[in-house]
Structure formats: C-alpha cells, structure tokens
C-alpha cells in the first residue's frame, strides 16, 4: 500500500504514469535469495524514497521513486548505491526506467552518470477492435512443460542469451499464454491483468512464421477478449 501511494504521489506531481511492474512486485519469491527492493522511510515510518531492482538475467532493470516534497536531498542517490553496490557483479548491464516526460529522472540519471540506451512505447485500446481469426491458431495457457519453448522464444525474440533465459523467474508460465500453429508451437505473449487494465508484453511469434498474419490474429483476440470484460488493454 505504501508503495502503491508513492506511485501515485509521483505520478500525480510529475504527471507522467511509471513502468511499474506490479506482476513481479507482487512475486512471494521476491527479495528472497537476493535484495530486489530498497527503502528509504522517515523517522515516523513514512516511506519516502523506494527502489525496485528486476533482474532479467545477466541484464537489470530498476526504478526509483522519491516523493516529491522530499527530492534532492540523496534520497535516490542512497538508494541507486545500495543497488549497484549489491548488483553490479551479476549485472552486465543496469538499465535506469524513466519516462520520457520525467525531467527530474532524466536530470538523476545525468548526475549518476547514465547513458541513454534505447526506448519502450505503450499502446493503448480502449474499444473492442474489428475481429480478425486465422484458421489452426490456438491460443492457450502455459504449463510447466512449456518452460523451454518459452525461454527459446526469449532467446529469438529478444536478443536473450541461453544463460540469461536460464535466470528468468521460475514461475514464468504464470500469465502467459502459448500461440500453437497446427499444433505446434510458434509463439507467445505475457497478459498482466490489474483492476481494470490488462497488458500484453513478451509477444513473440518465430521468425519462420512471421509475416503470415498470425500476430495479428493473436492480438486482436487477446485485446478482444481483454475489452469485452471492461479492460483498457495496454
């Protein structure tokens, strides 16, 4: 709860919407073997700064938040050290999330001597789109045995190495769905579904069967269903 006011606090003042990954943050696992998350209370027990680590292999990703009556007083500064100070040995890379309109997070990660890397772009659907089937494609829920297929799918689609497939949560079938083309195996997405959004990442078709409608077929019945039950579809 206390993270979830934060969130809102920030985004409110910065009017801007934060890449929280509530799916993970959620997670009975988490900050289990190893710290993922780092806070930063006052002496009433206020949270006022906190840092979420998501390890996605030998690649990190993290996400800081400061309220914002409480900002350039080392607040965030404090947090990103213990971070690095517990991360960057296993990490090959540190990724900072930011939005694009966060001036404050752009000036942080300028004073921590970040680089720009690369950009993630959100689409949203707020009306049941004009359906769109494609005869042997069946969409269903993963099991534990679709573990491999999945981490192939990772590797080909997202540029991830065996061994960082390998670090991947152990729970990573829990929300994804399996695309199977004549039976057989093509592909793969990730719904999250919160109150009353739901969205779709980690979508990935093989590159063989790319180009063949099948994507689209995916999605548009995936975000189908998704608004019919009153979700806007991220």
């Known amino acids: 709860k206390a993270i979830h006011a934060l969130q809102q606090k920030v ?9 929280m990954n509530w799916d993970m943050l959620a997670q009975q696992n988490r900050s289990e073997s190893k710290t993922e998350d780092y806070f930063h209370y006052d002496e009433k027990g206020t949270l006022l700064g906190y840092l979420a680590v998501f390890p996605f292999g030998k690649k990190v990703e993290c996400l800081c938040l400061v309220d914002p009556e409480y900002r350039r007083r080392g607040i965030a500064r404090h947090l990103m050290t213990q971070a690095l100070s ?28 970040s ?9 949203v659907c707020r009306e049941i789109p004009m359906p769109c ?18 981490q192939c799918l990772d590797k080909e689609g997202f540029g991830l190495s ?40 980690g979508f990935v078709i093989k590159k063989e069967e790319r180009g063949k409608g099948i994507g689209r077929a995916v999605l548009t019945d995936i975000v189908h269903r998704e608004v019919r039950n009153g979700k806007t579809v991220w």
């Open 162 to 201: 065996k061994e960082e497939t390998n670090h991947l949560r152990p729970d990573e079938v829990n929300g994804t769905y399996i695309v199977e083309a004549a039976g057989e195996v093509v592909g793969k997405l990730r719904v999250q579904r919160q109150k009353e959004e739901s969205w779709i990442y």
């Open 133 to 150: 089937s494609k005869e042997g494609i069946r969409i269903r829920p993963a099991v534990s045995s679709d573990q491999a297929s999945i």
């Open 11 to 19: 985004e409110h003042y910065d009017k801007t919407k934060l890449k």
């Open 115 to 123: 680089v720009y890397q690369f950009s993630e772009h959100q689409m």
């Open 86 to 113: 517990d991360w960057q040995q296993q990490a090959a890379s540190f990724l900072i999330n930011t939005p694009e309109n966060a001036t404050n997070g752009h000036a942080f990660c300028r004073a921590v001597g």
